[in-house]
């Protein structure tokens, strides 16, 4: 800033404080409010090419009508079971919250009795807890979904003594942590500005200059959250942690650079107590620093907004902020200089020649770095190395943790758990897409297999389908079932013709009874008759059991053909791999599996002889049966023979004798027809050969085209599963889970009519998996970014290449050492699955951005003080002057992350212990020891490969000499 310019400054100080102050009055009457912002976005931000994504768009179009964006799960439970109390404030409550769907956010209501088929999905085994599902036409963080979820928090109340209600799932949960980080704010918004004011009075000592960097800040950020509100309509991501970064590095960053200032006013204000020639002085050679400073976090805070991932690039709009607070550092806080003057500094008066003075102890520690700066170095490699050891980046992607455990929504959560499993809240989907469509028997048939091959794995509790809407598999449709039915109709048809031969056989000896003696004859012919109607109902029986045994041989028959296909294709699938690869022939993996492939052929062999059997058996059948009929018509002619008289009466017995007898041999023809048929099922069951069989009047009815239009979309080419999984979904388990689930389901489709078809998985676990990834990869290109950005302006302050490598270095390992201890602290001794997923980069990022500014504070000092061949003296000098701004802005800096601890946001928890391990440890002992050591160490080098360095400190060394000649020019 050129010294005219400055004189300008303060010239106008009431005009640059009075248009401030318009500034932040325009900003908060005209420009939207940050926090409303904050509160109605999405704090995921997974890219919207992300395949949970994807999955979640193409599910919504199977039933747009049906489907919701987000939902609550009231938890009704009581210890010791439910009362029938409790039921029926249950039933009158999901009936209340079903009058309310397509009202005011809410759009679906399931509960065990809207649809008591599910009941047993809604009600705990156990008995002690229910559930009722509501579902929101908005996203979690909707306006209208947040109000919903208020007005569902109210007509829960009042329920029965004894019980308790918590509301859980997406919306509430992402409810309670928009509250916990807002409340959060607000205390941390009161503790940095009690810390910073504290902190100040101790530095100053005076009641007076604490405000100066308070206006300036206040007023900065009242700009800057405008600015920030209104840029997210040209595209900025905006999250919690904006609002809380801003407050930190503006309230940490800001006051470092007034506390610079204003010190270095007050050392100038001393030589000749001119408070305009001292802010010329102070501007003119402080003002860079101050500059390169902001720069860096400005630079830093600017290349997250090239992160891909949009959480990262939340804290883009910290760049506007320390944009803004630079501007106002080198124009508001002079013009406050100047309005207050000497008073800046009172009760204590600025005497010519008294500045802020030097730090002894820095003073030492810059002695002892020149004496013994190899020495310094492996000391401090020694003992902060195995720090960094204890590092592992464990990671935690808990969202529950965030918050405290006694909000309603993660006690809901926890009950959920505990009675049905923590799966039941945040299912798994799964996409499927076909070119064609997937409402046919081949098509669900593969879904079937496909849903018992992920039902099969460990971590999953159970597969939801168009072919499993209850979680289980449908029995009617399986070959074993099919079979079960088959041999239940034969024993059924068996026991009705045992039941009829055993009548004849009464009838017939009743008969021989009755030819000696007429009495005798006429109570016969009466048993006879009655016996006779017993046949009838026996034959009766044998034709309903015909029928459902040829029912059964037909699904018997379409069982068997879908099993030969399934064999037929994978022996040529085989042939054609062993084909290609015949080394593969050795391996004992394919030797089982071609034994098991053999198996499976002897089975089916198994399988085709049965079924002859079975044709023979039915074969066999028929002439008995015919034989019988023949019987029975002999025994009919016999009876009317012995109606017609006494005469032919002998005749007519002989007859009915032959008929009865007859009728008897051609139903033990059909007991043993029947016991063939029999054995050949039992043969066939035997074999243990799966299947499955879709008749096509199973699929035509109503109970499995309600599930088809749930699952499946209307035009059958987009399909969905919900995997409910065994563990916690935010857990690691989860996420391998995922991985297993995605290769199982691939595989399982691949061979057979849906190979061509397409997966995606959506829902929690699936979306932490892939923050996995992209948190990850855009932590390296985004950190390299930012140091990049670091190096190039410390390169064009410095002018040097070799001083900004070994800062970047010492922050780097500075860094490394820091998480090591708050993983040590929050996952060693505070037993943490780990540290929350996004804390490392926040940490590197601020550590490293805020950090390099006590860099760029000693080091500008040191380069104004070098002279050439005095590298010792300049740092020394630096040391002892900068010692006590560096303490005093780690201090701060360090106070308003500490903060953030209080906030009651585990994340923000972590980054703030973090920064302040941080701060404090590069401030004392990079800043104190290993940069002074290695300044020292490499001597001239400092400035290679630029030499300008050295000509400009000869040249203030030339002209420091003149200035120290008296005016008349004698010595």
Not at 33 to 60: C, H
Not at 117 to 138: C, H, N, P
Not at 523 to 548: D, F, P, V, Y
């Amino acid at each position: 800033m050129t010294e005219r310019f400055i004189r300008g400054l303060a010239r106008a100080k009431w005009l640059i404080l009075l248009g401030w102050l318009a500034i932040a009055a325009i900003s908060m009457l005209a420009l939207p409010d940050l926090g409303s912002i904050v509160r109605q976005t999405e704090q995921k931000f997974i890219p919207t090419d992300s395949e949970s994504v994807v999955a979640k768009s193409m599910l919504d179009r199977i039933n747009p009508e049906s489907t919701t964006k987000s939902s609550a799960i009231l938890v009704y439970s009581r210890d010791g079971g439910l009362t029938d109390e409790d039921r029926t404030w249950l039933k009158a409550k999901a009936a209340e919250l079903a009058g309310l769907s397509g009202k005011d956010g809410f759009k679906s209501v399931q509960s065990a009795y809207g649809t008591p088929e599910l009941a047993s999905k809604f009600r705990s085994q156990d008995g002690t807890t229910e559930m009722i599902l509501v579902g929101f036409s908005g996203t979690d963080n909707d306006a209208l979904t947040q109000d919903a979820v208020d007005s569902l928090n109210e007509r829960i109340q009042g329920s029965p003594a004894g019980s308790k209600v918590e509301l859980t799932g997406s919306a509430p949960i992402g409810k309670d942590f928009q509250q916990s980080s807002s409340d959060g704010l607000k205390k941390t918004e009161l503790l940095t500005v009690g810390l910073v004011l504290v902190i100040l009075l101790i530095v100053f000592r005076s009641p007076v200059a604490p405000f100066i960097p308070l206006i300036t800040i206040g007023i900065s950020l009242v700009i800057t959250r405008g600015l920030v509100a209104a840029a997210t309509y040209w595209g900025m991501p905006v999250s919690s942690f904006t609002e809380s970064f801003l407050i930190a590095v503006m309230f940490g960053a800001g006051t470092d650079y007034c506390i610079l200032l204003i010190q270095r006013f007050r050392e100038e204000l001393s030589r000749d107590g001119d408070k305009v020639e001292a802010l010329v002085r102070t501007v003119r050679t402080v003002g860079k620093t101050v500059a390169f400073s902001a720069s860096t976090v400005f630079v830093a805070f600017f290349l997250i907004g090239f992160a891909q991932f949009g959480l990262y690039q939340s804290a883009a709009g910290v760049s506007i902020g320390v944009a803004v607070t630079l501007i106002a550092g080198l124009t508001l806080t002079p013009a406050l200089l100047m309005a207050f003057g000497q008073a800046t500094f009172w009760p204590s008066k600025i005497a010519s020649g008294q500045g802020h003075g030097d730090s002894k102890l820095w003073g030492s520690m810059a002695a002892l770095a020149a004496r013994r700066p190899v020495a310094i170095l492996l000391v401090t490699v020694i003992l902060l190395a195995p720090l960094t050891l204890l590092y592992h980046n464990k990671r935690s992607f808990d969202d529950l943790a965030e918050i405290s455990p006694k909000l309603g929504s993660v006690q809901g959560f926890r009950q959920v758990e505990r009675s049905f499993g923590s799966g039941e809240v945040f299912p798994l989907s799964v996409a499927i897409t076909s070119d064609a469509s997937m409402r046919t028997p081949e098509a669900l048939a593969a879904m079937e297999t496909a849903s018992a091959s992920l039902a099969s794995l460990s971590g999953v509790k159970e597969v939801r389908s168009a072919v499993r809407p209850l979680g289980a598999q449908l029995a009617d449709l399986t070959v074993s079932g099919q079979l079960t039915q088959t041999s239940q109709a034969l024993q059924q048809l068996k026991d009705g013709v045992d039941k009829v031969a055993g009548g004849l056989r009464d009838a017939e000896a009743s008969v021989a009874g009755g030819q000696g003696d007429v009495d005798k004859l006429a109570s016969g012919l009466r048993t006879m008759a009655s016996k006779t109607k017993e046949a009838q109902t026996g034959l009766n029986q044998i034709h309903g059991g015909l029928q459902q045994a040829s029912k059964g041989a037909g699904q018997l028959a379409g069982g068997l053909s879908q099993s030969a296909a399934v064999s037929s294709s994978l022996r040529t699938d085989l042939d054609a791999l062993l084909k290609s690869h015949p080394e593969l022939k050795d391996e004992a993996a394919m030797k089982q599996l071609l034994g098991k492939l053999q198996a499976l052929e002897r089975s089916l062999k198994q399988l085709e002889g049965g079924a002859d059997r079975l044709s023979a058996s039915f074969s066999q059948l028929n002439p008995g049966v015919s034989k019988a009929a023949g019987g029975l018509g002999q025994l009919a002619a016999g009876q009317t023979d012995a109606a017609e008289g006494a005469a032919k009466l002998g005749g007519g017995l002989k007859e009915l004798t032959s008929g009865l007898s007859a009728g008897a041999g051609g139903l033990g023809d059909v007991s043993k027809g029947l016991t063939q048929v029999k054995e050949a099922t039992a043969s066939i069951g035997d074999s243990q050969i799966p299947g499955w069989n879709l008749p096509q009047s199973a699929l035509d009815s109503p109970e499995l085209q309600q599930a088809l239009d749930y699952y499946i979309s209307a035009d059958g080419k987009t399909a969905k599963l919900d995997v409910v999984l065994a563990v916690n979904p935010y857990s690691p388990e989860a996420q391998d889970t995922v991985g297993r689930i995605r290769d199982a389901l691939r595989a399982s489709l691949s061979g057979s009519s849906l190979a061509n078809a397409k997966v995606y998985l959506s829902g929690t676990s699936a979306q932490i998996t892939e923050l996995k990834a992209i948190s990850k990869s855009d932590f390296v290109r985004t950190g390299a970014f930012v140091l990049i950005g670091i190096f190039i302006v410390l390169l064009i302050m410095l002018r040097s290449i070799l001083a900004p490598l070994y800062l970047l270095l010492s922050l780097g390992f500075n860094f490394l050492v820091t998480m090591g201890i708050v993983e040590f602290i929050f996952v060693k001794l505070l037993g943490k699955e780990g540290l929350s997923w996004s804390a490392s980069f926040f940490i590197f990022l601020i550590i490293v951005a805020l950090g390099v500014d006590y860099s760029i504070f000693l080091m500008a000092r040191f380069k104004e003080e070098y002279r050439p061949g005095g590298i010792t003296h300049a740092m020394t000098k630096a040391m002892s002057t900068t010692g006590g701004v560096i303490v005093s802005a780690a201090i701060i800096m360090g106070g308003t992350f500490a903060a953030l601890m209080m906030s009651g946001v585990n994340t923000l928890l972590q980054i703030g212990a973090g920064i302040v391990i941080g701060l404090i440890l590069y401030a004392f002992v990079f800043m104190g020891l290993v940069v002074p050591a290695l300044a020292n160490l490499f001597g001239e080098a400092n400035w290679w490969p630029f030499r300008r360095v050295q000509k400009e400190a000869t040249g203030r060394a030339a002209n420091r000499d003149r200035s120290l000649q008296p005016a008349d020019g004698t010595e």
